[in-house]
T-cell receptor, first 116, second 113 residues
Framework: EPEVTQTPSHQVTQMGQEVILRCVPI?????FYWYRQILGQKVEFLVS??????SEKSEIFDDQFSVERPDGSNFTLKIRSTKLEDSAMYFC????WGGGRRDTQYFGPGTRLTVL | GENVEQHPSTLSVQEGDSAVIKCTYSDSASNYFPWYKQELGKGPQLIID?????GEKKDQRIAVTLNKTAKHFSLHITETQPEDSAVYFCAATGTDSWGKLQFGAGTQVVVTP
């Protein structure tokens, strides 16, 4: 069964460093998402992405964050200068459709980011 | 924006009993309501979803009900088994959103043999 994959599973970084989290969405999916989950809290939406553009972003997704689909398979989240409060589990998700037609989002296993 | 409240935060049930988790949402325009199961160290896995044009959906031991008037939806698990132990999240999204899921806070379900 197709699944979303994410690398690395755990990333430790120093405050102020840049990190790139990687995701490979399900191959025929067109919509991609990033969510994060701070330990013990809700899963929070960060950004949705379609046709090489951001479709929607939350207030969390400030100028320190960026997303990119550098090739036909990968989808990345970059945090330019990490802060302690960026420590969280980051989930990538993808769906075949989105926007005006609600569709199932499939989540990856997550990347645990620890900022020291 | 949408706000989703989920109760209870923890639920302990005996194996074989039923479990019910309830969620309320604030945005009457929301029209898609998935439920996810998250096991320790894993990402959320979709277990069932419902769209606003139906009131109930069932898949084996799992069912979801939706009351659009009251803006609440519930997950029902019957004949619970130890492997049902996990955190369950409800979520909602609406037509004004490009798929942004608003999640509830989660329910830790523990099924004891």
């Amino acid at each position: 069964e197709p699944e979303v994959t994410q690398t690395p599973s755990h990333q430790v970084t120093q405050m102020g460093q840049e990190v790139i989290l990687r995701c490979v969405p399900i191959s025929n999916h067109l919509y991609f998402y990033w969510y994060r989950q701070i330990l013990g809290q809700k899963v929070e939406f960060l950004v949705s992405f379609y046709n090489n553009e951001i479709s929607e972003k939350s207030e969390i997704f400030d100028d320190q964050f960026s997303v990119e689909r550098p090739d036909g398979s990968n989808f990345t989240l970059k945090i330019r200068s990490t802060k302690l409060e960026d420590s969280a589990m980051y989930f990538c998700a993808s769906s075949e459709w989105g926007g005006g037609r609600r569709d199932t989002q499939y989540f990856g296993p997550g990347t645990r980011l620890t900022v020291l | 924006g949408e706000n989703v409240e989920q109760h209870p935060s923890t639920l302990s049930v005996q194996e074989g009993d039923s479990a019910v988790i309830k969620c309320t949402y604030s945005d009457s325009a929301s029209n898609y309501f998935p439920w996810y199961k998250q096991e320790l160290g894993k990402g959320p896995q979709l277990i069932i979803d419902i769209r606003s044009n139906v009131g109930e959906k069932k898949d084996q031991r799992i069912a979801v009900t939706l009351n659009k008037t009251a803006k609440h939806f519930s997950l029902h698990i019957t004949e619970t088994q130890p492997e049902d132990s996990a955190v369950y999240f409800c979520a909602a999204t609406g037509t004004d959103s490009w798929g942004k899921l608003q999640f509830g806070a989660g329910t830790q379900v523990v099924v004891t043999p």
